[in-house]
């Protein structure tokens, strides 16, 4: 800790005077996560002696921020109104610097299709996918078979692996599209790549960029569903992940294209599947708000870099922009 407040003095002494306020809980189907989240930043911010406030949000939002004088948000919210651009407009309005990514990447991030085609456009590897038409079920089902099986459902716009469901067979897919373009009409489905799950952790701005060493992911379960993700001992972290040289490398080339495309700051993490029959590594996504819980991956990354969880937190103020 006195390392810490040795290398990060100038950002301490600038945010002392500070009143921060840590955004958490909020409205989307991520709720509990981002109050696990936002707990954990609040006590390593009360732990760096900062003024610190917890602010659950909803549509008092504004009013709670003018009322408390709140100089600067720490955005703990995962999903909707929080990782969206939506918070972060409310705060652009208010005048109000944030931690993160700004209100057209968070907005881009937040929607996995407009995302891969970016990314796609600046040649990184992304699964081959089908929208989804809600109000045409028999034609979904017909795209669907088209990209082959075993395929992923997915909502648009969701996070934590909230809606995600892997097809392998035909009558699997029959039984479940119509209650499942119910529950999710924004949605899509990607052909599943089989392979290596990696994420890979970024720190930075568009001129300095930190790339944390590459986990592997390995669930117990299935995929790496919101149990395996949330519930201890359910997922082995392996650090640094066991690719090879090569593919190490182009993960990283193209992290450094996704995080200039996307236009990212703060701390963000991209999640992909290096595939076992071209071992070209598949980006799925970015998380511009990424989970900060006791089973989340960004501590674990920042932690096999050497970081405290403190560090990572001065990390997500050193990045605001004033
Ligand atoms: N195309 C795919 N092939 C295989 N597994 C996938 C694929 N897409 C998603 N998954 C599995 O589902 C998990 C969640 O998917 P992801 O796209 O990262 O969405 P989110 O984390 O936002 O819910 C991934 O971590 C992975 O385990
Ligand atoms: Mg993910």
């Given at each position: 800790m006195s390392d810490v407040r040795t290398k990060y003095k100038d950002i301490i002494e600038f945010y002392k005077t500070k009143n921060i306020a840590v955004l958490?809980?909020?409205?989307?189907?991520e709720r509990e996560v981002s109050i696990r989240s936002g707990e954990n930043v609040y006590n390593a911010l009360v732990n760096l002696g900062f003024k610190v406030t917890k602010m659950d949000v909803d549509a008092n939002i504004a009013r709670k921020l003018i009322k408390d004088n709140i100089d600067v948000a720490v955005i703990m919210l995962h999903g909707k109104y929080g990782e969206d651009g939506v918070i972060q407009g409310v705060l652009e309005l208010l005048g109000i610097p944030y931690t993160g990514c700004d209100v057209l990447t968070s907005a881009i991030g937040m929607n996995k299709i407009i995302t891969k085609e970016l990314l796609k456009a600046k040649g990184i590897p992304v699964a081959d996918y089908v929208v989804l038409d809600p109000s045409n079920p028999d034609k979904s089902f017909n795209d669907i078979l088209s990209l082959g099986l075993p395929v992923v459902l997915k909502p648009v716009d969701e996070g934590s692996s909230v809606g995600v469901e892997i097809i392998k067979e035909e009558d699997q897919l029959k039984g479940k599209l119509r209650n499942y373009l119910r529950r999710h009409p924004n949605s899509f489905a990607e052909k599943a790549i089989i392979g290596t799950e990696i994420t890979i952790g970024v720190i930075g701005d568009q001129k300095n960029i930190t790339i944390l060493p590459i986990m592997e992911l390995r669930p117990k379960?299935?995929?790496?569903?919101y149990e395996a993700k949330y519930t201890k001992g359910m997922t082995d972290f392996v650090i640094?992940?066991?690719?090879?040289k090569e593919q190490e490398e182009k993960v990283i080339e193209y992290t450094k294209i996704a995080f200039k495309t996307l236009n990212c700051r703060g701390v963000v993490r991209f999640d992909a599947i290096i595939s076992k029959d071209d071992g070209l590594p598949y980006f799925l996504e970015v998380n511009t708000i990424p989970g900060m819980t006791e089973t989340s991956d960004i501590p674990a990354m920042a932690k096999a870099a050497g970081m405290s969880f403190e560090e990572v937190v001065l990390k997500l103020l050193e990045y605001v922009k004033w």
């Open positions: 958490m809980g909020g409205l989307s189907s379960k299935e995929f790496y569903d640094p992940a066991e690719i090879s």
